[in-house]
């Protein structure tokens, strides 16, 4: 099956800082979105991008699916940007709606 | 439009006990799935269905049933609780094909314990 790997594993910022987290998976994707799932277990729908790119308040996010990866962007984090994000992907030869996510970037933003 | 609900919220069970999780959408969604999510990790796909009636293993399918008898229900039955299915369950559906999006909707979850 499809393989996602997330990258940084932990990040640490301080207030005000950005940031990029980075998302690689292993065959052509019907469906990419970003999750954060803030510290208690809510899990937030960030952005569905499959390819291209898309901008939400501080945060982006860009798809380059030729070179099957994906970037988001933090800017000027906050405290509340704080918990997991998660990516996962649905691949071309799946068949239902099958989510493989990724083992998570845990971002920690400190006053 | 409440999207994708999920009951109940918390849930401690026994070893042996028997129980159903409870997941419904009012979007008219074809297709929906259940995941679960251990401690620091991903989540992993349980089960789905791809319409009334049709359902289909995952990737961790052992101990769990489910059944699609309408478009909106799709519940997850424990038949014989184990500590090793202690974990929180994620409900998620969304449109079928190609001409709709592929994104999918979470539930809120549901936290289980087995003790």
């Known amino acids: 099956g499809i393989q996602v790997e997330q990258s940084p594993p932990d990040l640490i910022l301080q207030e005000g800082a950005n940031s990029t987290l980075r998302c690689n998976f292993s065959?052509?994707?019907?469906?990419l979105q970003w999750f954060h799932q803030n510290p208690w277990g809510q899990l937030i729908n960030l952005f569905y991008?499959?390819?291209g790119t898309k901008q939400n308040g501080r945060l982006s996010a860009t798809t380059v699916a030729t070179e099957r990866y994906s970037l988001l962007y933090i800017s000027s984090s906050q405290t509340t940007d704080s918990g997991v994000y998660f990516c996962a992907v649905e691949g071309r030869e799946t068949s239902g709606s099958r989510l493989t996510f990724g083992e998570g970037t845990q971002l920690t933003v400190n006053p | 439009n409440a999207g994708v609900t999920q009951t109940p919220k918390f849930q401690v069970l026994k070893t042996g006990q028997s129980m159903t999780l409870q997941c419904a959408q009012d979007m008219n969604h074809e297709y929906m799935s259940w995941y679960r999510q251990d401690p620091g990790m991903g989540l992993r796909l349980i089960h789905y269905s791809v319409g009334a009636g049709i359902t289909d293993q995952g990737e961790v399918p052992n101990g769990y049933n489910v059944s699609r008898s309408t478009t909106e229900d799709f519940p997850l039955r424990l038949l014989s609780a184990a500590p090793s299915q202690t974990s929180v369950y994620f409900c998620?559906?969304?449109?079928?094909?190609?001409?709709?999006?592929?994104?999918?909707?979470f539930g809120p979850g549901t936290r289980l314990t087995v003790t």
């Open positions: 065959d052509s994707v019907n469906n």
């Open positions: 991008i499959p390819s």
């Open positions: 998620a559906s969304r449109r079928q094909g190609a001409k709709w999006s592929y994104e999918q909707y």
